[in-house]
């Protein structure tokens, strides 16, 4: 099974608005990763879980706050968000190697969010 | 700083033709690299993974080479068909500070016409 699920597809959302993106995996992957994308742009790297800590954190503005449950879940919490975030959001999952590197990335559906 | 460049662009070719997409990189130092295709509005699909010390991957009709040195690879897609049209992008994994990341391209948009 190489599936990324992500819960919802799509979500729209109120400036003051609280909301939580899901994402899960049951590869045994130990790192997971969100992406923002905008349309016809690449994603855009935000967060990295590497063993269920948070290892890199791109310079995401605070009303975005990821968490890592356990090694198969990853939300993304989002409060009074601005219109620009309204982006396409993607989880990932991969499993490190022993020298830095990474196995193959897989990547979820994504969700379509929509901030008014 | 990785940079990743893909060429062209966009692409509008015959259904059957054989085609090539270019994708190229600046730090040759990297652990892998991946092509994806995304189609409109959805998650990315992996297609291809080639480990820094391989030089070429094949799967089906697609087949992915890797001349890290000259920090290029380039992604061969045989007979297109339409179902083939999507976006690709290629992305390469390098070391930073605090582990390693993928650096994406611009990707490059391919249309197959029946």
């Known amino acids: 099974d190489t599936e990324v699920t992500q819960t919802p597809k799509h979500l729209v959302m109120g400036m003051t608005n609280k909301k939580s993106l899901k994402c899960e995996q049951h590869?045994?992957?130990?790192?997971m990763y969100w992406y923002k994308q905008k349309a016809k742009k690449p994603p855009e790297l935000m967060f990295v879980?590497?063993?269920?800590?948070?290892?890199i954190n791109e310079s995401v503005p605070s009303r975005f706050s990821p968490e890592c449950p356990n090694s198969s879940l990853l939300n993304l919490h989002l409060h009074a968000l601005q219109p620009e975030d309204s982006a396409l959001y993607l989880c990932?999952?991969?499993?490190?190697?022993?020298?830095?590197?990474?196995?193959?990335?897989?990547f979820g559906p994504g969700t379509r969010l929509t901030v008014l | 700083k990785q940079e990743v460049t893909q060429i062209p662009a966009a692409l509008s070719v015959p259904e059957g033709e054989n085609l090539v997409l270019n994708c190229s990189f600046t730090?040759?130092?990297?652990?892998?690299l991946q092509w994806f295709r995304q189609d409109p509005g959805k998650g990315l699909t992996s297609l291809l993974l080639?480990?820094?010390?391989?030089r070429e991957q094949t799967s089906g009709r697609l087949n992915a080479s890797l001349d890290k040195s000259s920090g290029r690879s380039t992604l061969y897609i045989a007979a297109s068909q339409p179902g083939d049209s999507a976006t690709y992008l290629c992305?390469?994994?390098?070391?930073?500070?605090?582990?390693?990341?993928?650096?994406f391209g611009e990707g490059t948009q391919l249309t197959v016409n029946p």
């Open positions: 990932a999952s991969s499993q490190p190697g022993l020298a830095g590197d990474h196995n193959e990335q897989f």
């Open positions: 590869m045994g992957h130990r790192a």
């Open positions: 879980y590497s063993y269920e800590k948070l290892s």
């Open positions: 730090d040759s130092a990297i652990y892998n």
């Open positions: 080639i480990q820094s010390s391989q």
């Open positions: 992305a390469v994994r390098s070391r930073v500070a605090s582990g390693s990341r993928l650096t």
